[in-house]
């Protein structure tokens, strides 16, 4: 983890920036002080920008190295193994 402990400005920089507080989705997973729910929407955070860095990658931008999306379904199939999170996570529009 990027940050030594995980506080309210922490979880509320990890919605909005999975990235800058952990360093691979298994972190989420195995974070005890964050509630099922919300490594979830973490997880579904860091899915959308994956994606966007990838759309900019196809687009010619630069954008960086994305985050393997495999890594973060994996991640969300472990929180969720029956899919109702995931069944609507993958629904997530790829173009913007």
């Not at 922490?10 to 005890?32: R, Y």
């Not at 959308?48 to 393997?68: F, K, S």
């Amino acid at each position: 983890m990027k940050v030594p402990s995980l506080g309210a400005p922490e979880i509320e920089q990890a919605l909005i920036s999975p990235i800058s507080v952990f360093d691979n989705p298994e972190e989420v997973v195995d974070t005890p002080a964050l509630a099922k729910i919300m490594k979830i929407e973490i997880l579904k955070r860091w899915e959308l920008d994956a994606r966007a860095l990838q759309r900019a990658t196809e687009e010619n931008m630069i954008g960086g190295a994305p985050p393997d999306i495999d890594a973060v379904n994996a991640a969300l199939a472990k929180l969720d193994p029956e899919g109702k999170a995931l069944a609507d996570f993958q629904r997530a529009p790829t173009k913007l």
